[in-house]
């Protein structure tokens, strides 16, 4: 069991930046596949950025190519978002994720077994 605690959103203007970041409180995170998964109101979860357990791959949706980052430091048990150029419709709660099997990217949200509680971001315009 994987246990992920979510920190660093919050209100932030158009345009502006946030780092959310998610830490393992007990087990490693150095073997997972991790992602994370945004849900707006009244819709689907949906992948925003994924990334390998070593960091040398990542996946990352059209709507936030360009825009996100994701990375990781498994020798803090730490994976981080950096979202730049954050726009209104970014607005949502970002959940990280982890997998327990795979060590490679994994694409779909629904493909995902450990959750964080979720950290809010949203964005004025």
């Known amino acids: 069991q994987v246990q992920l605690v979510e920190s660093g959103g919050g209100l932030v203007q158009a345009g502006g930046s946030l780092r959310p970041f998610c830490a393992a409180t007990e087990q490693t995170l150095s073997t997972h596949a991790m992602g994370w998964v945004r849900q707006a109101r009244g819709k689907e979860r949906e992948i925003v950025a994924a990334?390998?357990?070593?960091?040398?791959?990542?996946y990352y949706a059209d709507s936030v190519k360009g825009r996100f980052t994701i990375s990781r430091d498994n020798a803090k048990n730490t994976v981080y978002l950096q979202m730049n150029s954050l726009k209104p419709e970014d607005t949502a709660v970002y959940y990280c994720a982890a997998d327990r099997n795979s060590r490679g990217l994994v694409y779909y949200a629904v493909q995902y077994d450990y959750w964080g509680q979720g950290t809010q971001v949203t964005v004025s315009s």
């Open positions: 990334i390998n357990w070593s960091g040398g791959s990542t």
